[in-house]
């Protein structure tokens, strides 16, 4: 039942990147970061202030629904970036 939720909540593009769905759980703009907790169950994903702006945004409400894509980071920790609000 796992995978086919993950079917359901995330597909990919052209690349290897995971476009997924989920809830804004928390984001606080003067610490720069906050998660998203995605629609299919899986553990909290780590959003940057930086991507947020990139997006257009200054802040991300609690609760708002969103679309991101996950990409690993230098570290190699992934985190949302590419959001959609909405």
Same mark, same amino acid.
């Given at each position: 039942?796992? *995978?086919?939720?993950? *079917?359901?909540?995330?597909?990919f593009t052209d690349g290897d *990147?995971? $476009?997924a769905t989920g809830i804004v759980k928390w984001f606080n703009s003067?610490?720069?970061y906050g998660? @998203?907790?995605?629609?299919?169950g899986s553990a909290d994903v780590f959003?940057? @202030?930086s *991507? $947020?702006?990139k997006a257009g945004y200054t802040t991300l409400e609690e609760g708002?629904? $969103?679309?991101?894509?996950l990409k690993a980071?230098?570290?190699g920790k992934t985190s949302a970036e590419d959001l959609r609000v909405g």
């Amino acid at each position: 039942m796992a *995978a086919r939720l993950f *079917a359901r909540s995330r597909r990919f593009t052209d690349g290897d *990147a995971a $476009v997924a769905t989920g809830i804004v759980k928390w984001f606080n703009s003067s610490k720069g970061y906050g998660f @998203i907790r995605p629609e299919d169950g899986s553990a909290d994903v780590f959003v940057h @202030i930086s *991507a $947020v702006e990139k997006a257009g945004y200054t802040t991300l409400e609690e609760g708002a629904r $969103v679309s991101y894509e996950l990409k690993a980071g230098r570290s190699g920790k992934t985190s949302a970036e590419d959001l959609r609000v909405g």
